[in-house]
């Protein structure tokens, strides 16, 4: 029983060991290469107001424009949904003026020109009969994106009520003929009918690449914008925290977490330094989620939802250990009353972290730019720390409770 103990706590050292070093430093295998993981969110994963970008400052022509005010907000509207869809959450859309959008992009692998091309180029959108008339046009169009859906690339698209229902006539009327899409009078594609579509959300399918569907999707939503609108300004920007401060806050988090691994130790004795043992896999898995996962960018905010998380984290920890305690002032064994708290603590540990995560899950709906980021950040915080400590820490103290170390005292302090 004690030689499984230790050999499931060694192999669980090992595995930390390795990800720390990978996390740290990096590796190679020949042609492949992992960064270290501070270098590749530096490179990927920074906020503007870590990293710095470029903005863009557009303006709307309003002569003749009917409810101008609001169809200006509808164009911010949907500057926001591209740019989430481009997985740049952290970028801001604001009036500048009275007929002005500025959008402030982080720096990004995309070239500036090529996303402002995406953002607002003026196009007239028209989906056209064997005919040469005009069924939908832009503003008919709800969205488009690319997708794969068996074994090929298709173009995916959503239309609005009113444009459902001409596209439904106009399916119907032309079933296994083709139907042209235009912009600015360009032929982009003449996908062939082949059944009606009467909910208003069809599918392009063809030869397509992943590359040229996105093209395709990007240039059919190029249509929906309800303003013409012109480029006035295009400018780089500087970071507005800088490297300096980023450096400065990595040491504060550095610190802060030492401290806490210190205060488990001389609290919970064992039972913390197991504890510190899956804090250190809750750092490494949160910030691979936070890099692998599309749409997520480290700004300020979002550290400060990573530093939120760490503290529900440990206080699941604290939970599960003082149930413990009362367990084992009840008479029970260290085994006994390792099942029995956790048992306890679970429906506590639960409930605080699902209202959390609730709350993030609203402001991943509702909110935009830095306070998306900030949701984005506690959620995956939340779903990590929930899994290391009833996943990993119980693993680990099962493992010492295999240890049958007759000094309780060194385990838990009763």
């Not at 794969?148 to 959503?158: E, I, L, P, R």
């Not at 989620?289 to 529900?312: E, N, R």
Request: negative net charge.
């Amino acid at each position: 029983m004690r030689k499984r103990g230790v050999t499931g706590i060694a192999i669980l050292l090992v595995v930390l060991a390795v990800c720390l070093y990978i996390s740290l430093a990096g590796v190679s295998f020949g042609v492949r290469e992992i960064k270290p993981m501070a270098q590749q969110i530096k490179e990927k994963k920074l906020g503007l107001d870590l990293t710095g970008g470029f903005y863009a400052v557009y303006e709307a022509s309003d002569e003749g424009v009917e409810d101008f005010a609001e169809k200006l907000q509808s164009t911010m509207s949907i500057f926001r949904t591209r740019l989430d869809a481009k997985g740049m959450t952290e970028a801001t859309v604001t009036q500048q003026g009275s007929n002005g959008i500025r959008v402030e992009i982080p720096s990004s692998d995309d070239d500036p020109s090529t996303l402002s091309d995406y953002l607002a180029t003026p196009a007239k959108l028209e989906w056209k009969s064997p005919d040469g008339d005009v069924i939908i046009s832009g503003s008919e169009i709800k969205s488009a994106q690319a997708g794969y859906v068996d074994g090929q690339y298709v173009v995916a698209f959503t239309l609005t009520s009113e444009g459902s229902e001409k596209f439904a006539d106009a399916t119907a009327r032309y079933l296994g003929q083709s139907i042209s899409i235009y912009v600015d009078d360009k032929l982009i594609s003449s996908p062939t009918v082949n059944s009606v579509i009467a909910t208003g959300e069809g599918q392009i399918t063809g030869s397509f690449t992943q590359e040229s569907a996105q093209e395709l999707a990007s240039q059919i939503e190029s249509g929906a914008l309800p303003l013409t609108l012109s480029e006035t300004e295009v400018h780089s920007i500087s970071a507005t925290l800088g490297s300096d401060a980023l450096d400065k806050g990595v040491l504060a988090g550095i610190i802060g977490v030492c401290l806490v691994m210190l205060f488990m130790i001389l609290v919970y004795r064992l039972q913390g330094l197991m504890a510190d043992i899956a804090l250190l896999f809750y750092i490494v898995l949160t910030f691979f989620c936070i890099l692998t996962m599309p749409g997520v960018q480290l700004t300020l905010a979002g550290v400060a939802g990573v530093i939120l998380s760490i503290g529900m984290a440990v206080d699941a920890n604290v939970i599960i250990f003082e149930r413990i305690k009362e367990e084992m002032r009840n008479g029970r064994s260290y085994s006994s009353a390792l099942n029995s708290g956790y048992k306890k603590a679970f429906t506590a540990i639960l409930d605080s972290n699902v209202t959390t995560l609730i709350a993030a899950f609203v402001l991943m709906l509702l909110g935009t730019g830095t306070i998306k980021g900030f949701a984005y950040t506690l959620a995956i915080g939340i779903g990590v720390s929930m899994f290391t400590s009833l996943i990993v820490t119980r693993f680990l103290l099962k493992r010492l409770s295999m240890l049958d170390i007759k000094n309780l005292n060194l385990i838990v302090k009763l």
